[in-house]
């Protein structure tokens, strides 16, 4: 204890306020540090993890919002084996069967009496898991969020539990599911709202990575806990590096070319948009001598399992997922993650970043970003049967919209970008460039764009009777003549050819920025299972408008074929010819990059 006392009080990240009551005596305090590093074998706390597990253990319903890999298993497998003699049982709700079959095995390993309960495992297996759960036997048991709700057998025992005063707490991990609002809703999650309502009295802890405020309230009120103490600290990870590159047919190679010279020897994470594409990113990585797999909802349950293990376990180095990929997936050496495709929320995003660097060095998060692939994610959130109502649609497609704006955004940091969603607000000069656009020496120009947007409208309401898309509009407005804006005569509106110095990707901005005014609109309609989505005229513009323009410097390439190097890019380090051991060294024995280490590597 006096070794753990010194710990904690030399911790400068921890902020001051936690420190008084992290460090207040409870009955069960030495139970506590006792079981810490005799049971866990771990030295100290992390932040919020001693006032979380003080606050459950004191029968408080306790919400904790910690990054991923932030320690939030430890805030209710600890107090589950803090019991002073009594023989209480904690309930936890876990959304993956795999997930939690991942913590069973780990929590055995430590002598811990754990079992799960899930439709998926054998008749026997269940009878067996039941029975000891029953008996009290257990210090924890891990449900699957049906299983809970729906299972009258399971009910009955938690009764049974809670009338002989048995019943700990029930702790629902991953609790955003609970919420439509969250980037990973699950219906079943909605039912556990039952258990604040049948066991007032039974401690509730819910757990997330995801804090935007909006989900956070859905959480707290779906539950019904929203009395609860809040456990809340920063979500930046600072040995994440982020960057933003525009996708263009190069771009699979540059980011081979980029994993065998940087990270030949690590692992990592390809997040793509489609089973097909996850097949065929892997499989371009394999015949380019890189060990890699995919992994994505269309596989049998034991592939999946498979690939999973063999990527923990070291035997594959990279998999090319979907999202499903990841979840509570504790690899501590994840060297890099690349979003082949654009995620479709910001809090996606971030949770996916975040499975890199979990061991506190150096991760790249590398994000190909193109037009085009905002559209085809935006045509499939309209097109998605298990989207039911219009409002659910809208949500999906707003969040979809503000990892467009992050996309094309190239002023301002990432960090601050990312954290903003979740509502925190994060100092800039904090990311010490470690970040694209920190790391840009480009410069950017805020532009007057009213007369630009108001040609465009123009053009709009001018073809609104050819049903055209955005990017027709933008090809009239450059003055392009293929067939058939010379067929429709569009070649001959005043409007054409006017905007020929814009990029094509800042005019998609404008119209873009047209629609968020509500000037403009999309219509979608389904032919033939395709679905097309034309631009349409609603009102004038009625104020001006600005937008922010990236100025490249000289020396960087033409933006119509890269993104100018950020320093970070895998043309900085070809060019230059940097030593790549010592970038590895970099990643291995290394914290943090500083500036001063990259100017080294690129000198
Ligand atoms: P989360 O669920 O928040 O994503 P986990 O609970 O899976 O994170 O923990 C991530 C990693 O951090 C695990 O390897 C865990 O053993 C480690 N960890 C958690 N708490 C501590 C601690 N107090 N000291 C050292 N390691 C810890
Ligand atoms: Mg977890
Ligand atoms: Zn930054």
């Not at 009878?127 to 399971?154: H, T, V, W």
């Not at 509009?473 to 293929?482: A, N």
């Not at 001006?544 to 993104?563: E, G, H, K, Q, Y």
Request: aromatic share 8%; with cysteine.
């Amino acid at each position: 204890a006096a070794v753990l006392k010194q710990i904690n009080s030399r911790s400068t990240s921890e902020p001051a306020a936690n420190r008084p009551a992290g460090n207040k005596r409870h009955p069960w305090s030495d139970e506590l540090e006792n079981k810490l590093q005799n049971v866990f074998n771990l030295t100290s706390f992390r932040e919020n993890q001693l006032n979380a597990i003080n606050a459950v253990l004191s029968g408080k319903d306790v919400f904790v919002l910690m990054p991923t890999g932030g320690g939030k298993s430890l805030c209710y497998q600890l107090p589950a084996i803090v019991k002073r003699g009594k023989m209480e049982t904690t309930v936890v709700v876990s959304p993956l069967i795999s997930l939690m079959q991942d913590q069973i095995d780990h929590l055995k390993r430590l002598n811990i009496n754990a079992e799960m309960i899930s439709s998926k495992e054998s008749a026997q297996s269940r009878k067996d898991a039941f029975r000891k759960f029953r008996n009290g036997e257990l210090d924890m048991i891990y449900l699957s969020p049906e299983m809970l709700s729906k299972s009258q057998q399971c009910k009955n025992t938690i009764k049974l539990l809670y009338d002989s005063g048995n019943l700990a707490r029930i702790v629902i991990d991953e609790a955003h599911c609970v919420s439509s609002w969250g980037h990973d809703f699950r219906p079943d999650y909605k039912l556990l709202g039952f258990f604040k309502k049948e066991y007032p009295d039974i401690p509730m802890m819910a757990l997330t990575a995801t804090a935007s405020v909006r989900v956070k309230q859905d959480i707290l009120s779906q539950l019904g806990i929203e009395h609860a103490h809040v456990f809340q600290q920063t979500f930046n990870r600072p040995n994440l590096i982020y960057m933003v590159r525009p996708k263009n047919k190069n771009s699979t190679f540059e980011m081979i070319n980029e994993i065998k010279m940087r990270f030949p020897r690590f692992t990592g994470i390809v997040y793509c948009n489609s089973k097909t594409q996850c097949e065929s990113v892997a499989n371009m990585l394999q015949t380019n001598g890189l060990s890699a797999a995919f992994y994505h909802a269309g596989m049998g349950n034991e592939d999946r399992t498979n690939v999973q293990n063999m990527w923990q376990s070291g035997d594959i180095k990279i998999v090319c997922a979907t999202v499903a990929f990841g979840m509570g997936i504790d690899k501590p050496d994840v060297r890099f993650v690349y979003h082949h495709s654009i995620p479709r929320s910001l809090e996606g995003y971030y949770q996916e970043c975040g499975r890199g660097g979990r061991d506190g060095k150096t991760a790249f998060c590398t994000l190909y970003y193109q037009f085009a692939d905002f559209k085809s994610i935006e045509s499939q959130i309209k097109r998605d049967k298990d989207l039911k109502s219009q409002v659910l649609k809208d949500r999906h497609l707003e969040k979809l919209r503000n990892v467009l704006n992050y996309c094309s955004n190239r002023i301002d940091c990432r960090r601050k970008l990312v954290l903003q969603y979740f509502n925190e607000n994060f100092n800039s000069k904090q990311c010490r460039k470690t970040c694209d656009n920190c790391k840009s020496t480009n410069t950017v120009e805020v532009r007057d764009i009213t007369e630009s947007a108001k040609d465009i409208i123009n053009i709009v309401k001018k073809t609104q009777t050819w049903d055209v898309t955005i990017n027709y509009v933008i090809d009239v407005y450059r003055g392009s003549r293929v067939q058939k804006i010379v067929q429709n005569g569009h070649d001959m509106l005043p409007e054409h050819g006017k905007g020929s110095h814009y990029h094509k990707e800042d005019l998609q901005r404008v119209i873009q920025l047209l629609m968020d005014e509500k000037c403009l609109f999309e219509k979608t309609e389904t032919k033939a299972q395709f679905t097309h989505s034309y631009v349409k005229y609603r009102h004038d513009l009625n104020k001006p408008l600005t937008l922010a323009f990236f100025i490249p410097t000289v020396d960087s390439p033409s933006r119509s074929n890269s993104r100018p190097n950020s320093g970070y890019g895998v043309s900085g380090y070809a060019r230059t010819g940097t030593s790549i051991n010592r970038m590895n060294d970099i990643l291995e024995n290394n914290t943090t990059l500083s500036k001063e280490k990259l100017k080294e590597l690129q000198a």
